[in-house]
């Protein structure tokens, strides 16, 4: 048998935290159907019997209805493929969720929080798909069949990673000759058990390959590769402000740095900074649409506890800053002491 296996595609996912400029979202929304017809492509054109969705194939809060019509032609276009989804936490099958009122095509299996065997003449398909956001103390019983294939479709953790989401060891899943999972956003092999990680890249904590699994499954031997499907990549690029002095420097060292034209870019600023760093006026002059987010990890250059020590008025104003600084425990309180205390300074000068 040939399959393909996806997970945690999070369609209509809303971005909102990816970048502080306009659009970025609906890009990576419109990369979702792209990714997802390279799949649909891929099924055609090598005939494959199989299509496994391991949960989080849309987000349940915010899917439109334009956007299950597109998923479900997509499964159209494949009648000879049977397609088996496991709806995950972000996509429970809820009584008002559409995977329990929408009309999908008849190669469509969509599993609940019972669980389910499906028999065919070489393989029998189990799977369990989440009721609410959350499931905890999920016990799993499968009826294996030991004169056939014996597939597992689920969305969770494995060995009590996490108990909210499906937590299964890795115990009971012996004897299941493929366990395709999802809910890891980071492709990862354990033996028969695969996630296949998230199809495309949601956001700069997933800067690795996107793609699903392609396999080949028989009484003999099983034969997996991984095929990149997103075009786009999230890179994180830094600079040191230790040797820079002046806004203007610095913008000229953003504007300079490598990006490929596939590429998002979050610029991570690091060392000790000698002037306020202002992010949204950088937002204004940094013209490279790739850039979309800057960030500042920056800690200011001068040296109190030295400046404290002066009689002046720049002294002065150290050692009262000092003060406030020794019993902040806010990050947030911290860096506007800190841009208070350059603000000072520069008037100083």
């Not at 600079?239 to 504007?255: G, Q």
């Not at 204004?284 to 500042?296: A, L």
Request: with cysteine; glycine share 6%.
């Amino acid at each position: 048998m040939k399959f393909i296996h996806i997970a945690d595609i999070h369609f209509d996912r809303p971005f909102v935290n990816l970048a502080d400029k306009e659009g970025l979202g609906e890009l990576r929304r419109l990369e979702q159907r792209k990714v997802f017809k390279k799949v649909i492509s891929k099924v055609k054109e090598d005939k494959v019997d199989y299509l496994f969705i391991s949960g989080d194939l849309y987000e349940h809060q915010y899917v439109k209805k334009s956007t299950i019509q597109f998923i479900n032609d997509c499964f159209k276009s494949i009648p000879d493929t049977k397609v088996f989804i496991s709806p995950g936490n972000h996509d429970p099958y809820l009584k008002n969720s559409y995977y329990s009122r929408f009309l999908w095509n008849d190669n469509v299996y969509i599993f609940n929080a019972e669980g389910e065997k499906i028999e065919f003449a070489d393989v029998c398909i189990h799977g369990y798909g989440f009721n609410d956001f959350c499931c905890s103390g999920f016990d799993l019983k499968c009826d294996l069949d030991k004169n056939k294939l014996n597939v597992l479709i689920i969305h969770g953790t494995l060995d009590g990673a996490d108990d909210k989401y499906n937590s299964i060891s890795r115990k009971n899943l012996e004897g299941f000759d493929y366990v395709a999972m999802g809910h890891i956003h980071k492709p990862m092999y354990d033996g028969k058990i695969v996630y296949p990680g998230s199809l495309v890249s949601l956001g700069f904590d997933e800067i690795w390959q996107h793609g699903m699994i392609e396999g080949e499954l028989n009484c003999e031997k099983l034969k997996l590769d991984f095929l990149k499907l997103d075009d786009e990549e999230f890179v994180e690029k830094e600079i040191d402000v230790t040797e820079v002095l002046s806004s203007e420097e610095l913008i000229e060292k953003i504007s300079e740095l490598e990006i490929l034209d596939n590429q998002f870019v979050k610029v991570v600023l690091v060392g000790k900074r000698h002037f306020e760093i202002d992010i949204l006026g950088l937002y204004k002059v940094v013209k490279n649409e790739r850039i979309i987010k800057i960030k500042n990890n920056t800690e200011i250059a001068y040296e109190l506890d030295k400046i404290a020590s002066e009689s002046t008025l720049k002294g002065l104003v150290a050692k009262k800053m000092l003060g406030k600084l020794e019993n902040v425990t806010d990050l947030e309180e911290k860096e506007i002491i800190e841009k208070a205390i350059e603000i000072a300074f520069d008037a100083l000068k």
